[in-house]
């Protein structure tokens, strides 16, 4: 256990030990092992947006075998995924990777404007499966987020019960809020606030754009010129938004975009602050041999070197 | 166990030997037996459409002893029906065909356009009436669809734990899906795959057709030219969303149609890869001696054989 | 125990010997004993439709003991009530007669268009009570038809553990029917196959009209010439739909009507192989002598007598 | 144990002698203690309609120890309460008068045309208080009405199972009613019986008037010429209404009315064959010496005699 | 224990040992130990307004720690902050000041007129983090009103039966409420009372208005000449509401205001007989030097003493 692990562990002394060793699991395996950083990834597109959305462009993905070897040989330091595809490959792979068992979903098959995401497996099925985590979304700004905030609490209670540490995926969805204000820079932060105030021992969150959605917030950073005109500014804020440094914030890519902006967007994660990245569908949905040379620049970057030249 | 079942089985690795035990009591079972091809029999239109219009042509089939009779006689793999139907035969026929309890149900006198199929049998009457699974039916595309999630993980969980395998019945319905959406290739495949992520051991899908509904799915296959213009293509399909051919996927036959148009639609599940058939009001709506030959031609079928000239 | 009663508790194989032990207390007592046909008072309209539209007319049935000798001295195969008139005479008349303690109630100070009936009372009130079964009422055609099931499944389960026989009130209403569809022939006998399937070991159900209420079922009654002329084709038909007459099914009088009309009803009931009646109103509301002579006459029919000309 | 008491006590065989117990305690005790006719001191304004409103007349009834001390000291059967006021006296006062535990309430402060009263205590409440009882109110009516029966069961077998006795206000109120029906004869009658139904062991309703609000209902009290003439008559009509005499019924003084008009209420309910009241705001608004005079003369009028002019 | 303490727990005399220990823990630690005044920390505006709108003027207090240290340093009668905060601090200020864990928040990314606050962590949490109490908001005047009581009143006897007192934030909220009523004084005494009668230890409420919102409450309030035209008879007025002073009830500043507004808002409560302050963002949200004298200014008064002439 190097300083930098010990540091951040330290940050979770309220855990038991069982969440402390899990915690330390996924930060020292695979490529940033030891660093302090993190790159997870979570395959739940299959459920959440269909098959056809998500594998069709690279049918190898509709197995789920293909994800456990993307992410065990590109170096990740966990996958993400929900019960079913989990399963598919916990027995072939086990060991090789630390899992997280992604306990609810949404499709969106019927889409609402205040989404609820469902349980869909449980904290027995994580331990079954081997898992070192319990994954779970809220959608803060949705009117049923206080169900799924009694819903998380009850199964984070159960899971660190048993030594199996939470990560909280907070997305803002909802009928209060724009479609610009789901990534807003106040809307982000707040999220990411409550996720660390329901035990979140992870927090996964969007980065944020320089929007301000709420005016009695707004009102705030005008007045209190807190700086927010930077990506790595605002993954700043968003880092001392949970609790000032003391949680893991880790940050999605979104949809598939052009490399060289997602390599500026894990730039400034880096030079903000943050924990590291949580990508999906830039790397699962493109041929393997390049989702494996994406992923071991992007762990460059978290280690603090430039991306090679010749990768781009 | 022959290789084939041996590795449909190996599919099934995260499952207890209760579990495995009861899937290959199914694939090992009538005529069918140790091909990996099953057909079912199912009876629960009593329930979800009422008496006369499922049994008023076929007067015996009001007789719960008929389905039992036929199922057997036939050389079905399973028999699915709901608490009553199984209850009223569970002694007689007991331990001369694999059961499948349907454990919720939706009837039309009240017939919402989201709707809830609600529980009216237990995991308890299963193993008291000594069946091999428990069926459930979900709506993804219903408002109500993320409760029937929810009620199927934890009856799965239960289930699984006493060793019966769990079948679900994966049917679009609801106010965001059209008419003809309900049967899509996009909305069939998204809704095998949810099926597939929630634990299912065996998923039952309609046939689907060449529409595609939602338009962020749309564009994939078109961009991405999947190939759904055949029935068998699109059962392809739906056997690469199901894990890439790792869950048992098997197809309703709808409304009775034309024998031939059936055979049509067997000999596609079956050059697409599906797993079989479940053969409901074809089978039962017609006179017991038409329907055991109708099923006869069937299971031939799926032996590989083309339909006898004389048969037709 | 004679031939008859056993050939009726052969179709109960399913069942535990409690559960047949007291439905065979039921067939063998009163004047009815041992030939099948059971007649059984329930008084549960103080609670459903208020005290004074209930007994107003003959104000000693105000007193609960009144139903208790009503039943006994007319010699009921059974008497049913809500839990608090079951109690008043629970001690007093002990042992004297089967008791169906009815565990939801409704009633019209507030009456919805999609009624739900709520639980009163509980199984082991039953059990103290000494009862021999539970009565519950579902409403099919109700959007809370769904709620009903699942707790009417429940209290079976916990039932038929303690060996107590179910006694299903099933009574088409809600938002999707018609008031005459209420009684029509095809949601009459729907709502009998649901009150099978979900279990019920006793099923009532109101006499059937010839009026047809959803147009899927009646192609089907059309096409296939269903004989539902006559009265008696019509308890036929219910017959039919209740497992083809492995479930004792019973019909209600409805209210209060001239006892010619009600002869003629019970003779229908006879010919068309129903297992008797149930008969409150039609009972309660007039003086208890005439009460007496009128429920005699019943029996007679049901034993096959005509009414004798004097007692006209 | 007199006769009367005896009397009353052998309508309650079917509870168990913990029940019966508690009973006899309430009839027992205070000035009435023998007589079969019970004053209970209810004091759940301050919840149900505010402090100032409850208590600003008369300051020192905002003291807990006010209400205790004055049932006491004019001898009242019982003392009714929430939680936070017996707690608050129920160690000084302890032992000094039979208490009720008022268990459900509702307050003003959001007031909806179909009300549900919230439990805000339990059972165990009940017993580590030394209560005799537990009170809960219901409103008929209301389209909650349901959810308010289910709760009332499930705590009437929870109490009766400890020995506690049930108190039930039953007090119809919501959008199906007119406001002068709240209190009309059919309906008060109506929500008695479903009291009595319900099991509670007593059941306090308003004093009705001889309004008639449903059709249904109307037409037979004109047809059958049920007296509903006189207060007294009224009053005999509810009594009959819940199981002719066999459980006690108490009716409320409702809002502080003259003191004169309050006697003739209570020669009414005494002629008519009540069991008693449940005396509140004409009690505790105003001075206590006054209350003492009051109720003595009440409880007077209960044990025959007439009012002592000078008392007037 | 001094007689003062004494005084204030003799009227938790219905509590057990636990309980009053942890009343007195709170009553005899820092500045205001044994003058039965009391002054609180609460920071749950991170969870209820967002993190900038609450720290983004004062940016240390990002950090959990930060408020540990200020309650300790101010000589706080308590800390009280939601799961995270206090999760984040335990460990490393275990014993330094009592604890009290807000178990419900609600946020405002959806902010309904008819709030609900839900569930966010439980007596378990307050346990192993060695909590004397649990708080918990209720807003009476919303719709979801009678859930919040129902699980405050679960939650309440849990914890007490393991020795921890209950706190409880009552603040009127909801539709049928003018934003002006949400602090008038009638409504404020009754959110009090309702608190004290839900069995409450220890209660909160806003400062009160003189306006008066609801009419049947106005009446009496100008018949009986209620004195409320000082913020010290408004304070007093509430004193009574609380059971005539039997419960310990505090008052909340507010947002932030100027400091001598607030400190005559002191003076009020200290003239009007309460029992302190809950103070957060006048205290949180200045540079903490600041915040140290104004605490200790505010405590000071408490005390009795003038607010020394050169710590304006």
Known sequence: MNERIRQIL???QHENPGVRTNLARMLNHGTLAGTGK?????VDQGFEHGPA????????AYDPDYHYELAIESGCNAYAAP???????????????PLILKVNNHDVL?????PISHQTSAVEDALRLGCVAIGYTIYPGSSGAGVMYEQLRELTVEAKSVGLATVVWSYPRGSSLSKEGETAMDVCAYAATIAAQLGADVIKVKLPTAHLEQDAARKVYEKERIAIGTLAERVRHVVQATFNGKRIVIFSGGAKTGDEELYDQMRAIRDGGGFGSIIGRNAF??????ALKLLKNIMEIYKGAAVPAGAR
């Open 10 to 12: 330290d940050h979770y």
């Open 38 to 42: 993190m790159v997870i990834l979570p």
């Open 53 to 60: 959305r998500s594998f069709g462009m690279n049918p190898p």
């Open 83 to 97: 019960l079913g595809s989990l399963e598919a490959g916990a027995s072939r792979f086990a060991g090789e990777i």
């Open 110 to 114: 019927h889409d609402e404007r205040d």
């Open 285 to 290: 949905q493109r041929p393997k041999a390049d």
